[in-house]
């Protein structure tokens, strides 16, 4: 299906390195709800998009990486101040893309977001407080501000945050900054005047806020997915060498 005519407005960001564009009348993800999705790689692309495939090659390779929000597409840049030659042709692969119809996240795993969506509480949480730990409970008040407070504003300016883990003993969120947020000169400005005053202005658990870098966000990713392959397929185990239950 062919769309007549588009509208591609852009938005500068924080970060001198990343630029939001907003094509009118596409709406990337199922819900306003869902999370953004990040695309690094190459090999990350050919699972969650074709045209995020594309944008990663243009130019050799300047576009570091992308984040797709509900209705808009961030890049962010390997060499500062290329735009000039990046913005062309990023405003013609978009445009040949979605006049032509085409999708903008693959069928798969578009149907992954709609099914998560689908299995996520929606109600209030009050009624599921009495099964939560007092743990679990600082845990989604934490995601609860993010989602609800913090990431609204943040992708306003073409980035997003995700939350990856909460020490309960030493009181540290530990976040990561994608997007736009990433290489951002101000990124740290806003993880601790913005984000950390907030979570310990609600939260009397939260001490202090930290950033959780690409390289250890990748290297925590590639222990897990060697855990994973490493794991024998089909092997017995008794009740004891199975692990404790989330």
């Avoid at 074709?50 to 992308?66: C, H, M, P, Q, W």
Wanted: proline share 4%.
């Amino acid at each position: 299906m062919f769309r007549r005519s588009l509208f591609i407005q852009t938005q500068t960001t924080p970060n001198e390195n990343a630029l939001k564009f907003i094509p009118s009348g596409t709406r990337i993800l199922p819900t306003q709800q869902t999370p953004t999705v990040e695309v690094t790689s190459i090999k990350d692309a050919i699972h969650k998009s074709e045209l995020a495939l594309k944008l990663l090659s243009i130019n050799d390779k300047a576009i570091s990486s992308i984040l797709f929000g509900y209705d808009f597409i961030t890049n962010n840049e390997v060499k500062p101040q290329n735009w000039n030659v990046l913005k062309p042709q990023i405003f013609a692969l978009l445009t040949e893309h979605l006049t032509m119809g085409n999708t903008v996240l693959s069928n798969d795993f578009y149907d992954r977001l709609v099914e998560k969506s689908q299995s996520g509480f929606t109600g209030s949480k009050d009624e599921f407080d009495e099964d939560l730990t007092p743990e679990e409970e600082v845990v989604a008040l934490i995601q609860e501000l993010l989602t609800t407070r913090i990431q609204p504003a943040i992708q306003e300016d073409g980035g997003d945050i995700q939350y990856i883990s909460f020490d309960h003993d030493k009181g540290i969120v530990y976040l990561r900054l994608i997007g736009a947020c990433k290489s951002c000169s101000s990124s740290e400005i806003t993880l601790k005047s913005g984000i950390e005053d907030m979570l310990k202005y609600y939260i009397d658990e939260v001490k202090a806020v930290e950033q959780v870098q690409d390289e250890t966000f990748k290297k925590t990713e590639q222990k897990i997915s060697d855990k994973h392959a490493d794991t024998p397929k089909f092997e017995k185990h008794t009740v004891d060498d199975l692990p404790p239950a989330l």
